[in-house]
């Protein structure tokens, strides 16, 4: 057994404090302004980040704003495609993903090989990709496509021409029964919000009489919650937001990511808003912290880049995404 000798007690007992909050904010504040940085944090982000971001929104809103600042560093409070999309826009910028294990299931689901057997089997096939994809796949797509104006898009495209539509199968289906366009459906999901059943929905109708649903069209319930309720509407989180400010409703019931409650209260103040169910929780979202986007601000680390030759080529159908709105 070895005696750690007196004169190095100091070093094991090196503990520092951990910041309050009050500290992290101000360390934020001071590192944003010295870096000439903007924070953008996505809707489902912890309540704490929302509150410090420059700019709260879904996918598109986000990359909207990644294509018009001025910053000289994006810090991408979200997941990493939307980081890699802050980048296809900006190759000058430094663009930071505080936490760069932030992932996201449905991403996870498609490969750019994948895209590329359905071109091989489908010439002249049109690739129409959610945005919740990698700048590799994005690279191989004609479309990039939000929750939001998915419908548009695809029924813009020409007749008589085959369609892949990848990679969340329950927009697929939401956006088929919408345009009534045969197309390809990828078969993928993403994990908590294919976990939402109908039994959620109907627990808290039960609970809360009378309250209006706002369900995202990438739920694993809103196929069957339809079946039930068949014209009922389904909104992206922009769409979300909205519908409650121009609703009659007091009380709603957010059938998505658990995050999207604090902006919708942020936003929509004297509304109620219950979320479907505790449990649908992105654990990916909220791998971003408030200490994490402080040290990466601090450090420049979590840096987010694309390869020149997939860029260029992502690019274009992200260009259109943003275009079309
Ligand atoms: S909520 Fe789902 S789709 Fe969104 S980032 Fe998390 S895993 Fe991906």
Known sequence: M??????????LLQLRPLPTEAELLDGIERLRRERNAVILAHNYQRPEVQQIADFVGDSLGLARQAARTSADVIVFAGVHFMAESAAILNPGKTVLLPDLRAGCSLADTLTAQGVRDWK????????????????????EADYCVT?????QIVRS??????????????????VARETGRPM??????????AAI?????AAQQAAHPGAELLVHPEC??????LRDVPDLQLYSTEGMVTRAQQSDAETFIVVTELGMVHRLEREVPGKAFVPVARTACCEYMKMITLENIHDS????????SVPEDVRVRALRPIERMIAIG
């Open 220 to 225: 694993g319930c809103s196929t069957r919650v």
């Open 2 to 11: 070895s005696i750690i000798p007196p004169q190095q007690h100091e070093h």
């Open 147 to 151: 929750s939001g104006n998915a419908v």
């Open 197 to 201: 059943r109908p039994e959620d929905v």
């Open 120 to 139: 091989a089997a489908n010439p002249g096939g049109l690739v129409v990709v959610y945005v919740n994809t990698t700048a590799d796949v994005k690279a």
């Open 157 to 174: 495209l020409p007749e008589g021409v085959p369609v892949l539509f990848a990679p969340d199968k329950y927009l697929a289906a939401h």
């Open 184 to 193: 390809d459906i990828w078969d993928g999901a993403c994990h908590v919000h």
């Open 297 to 304: 601000l601090r450090d420049l680390s979590g840096r987010v």
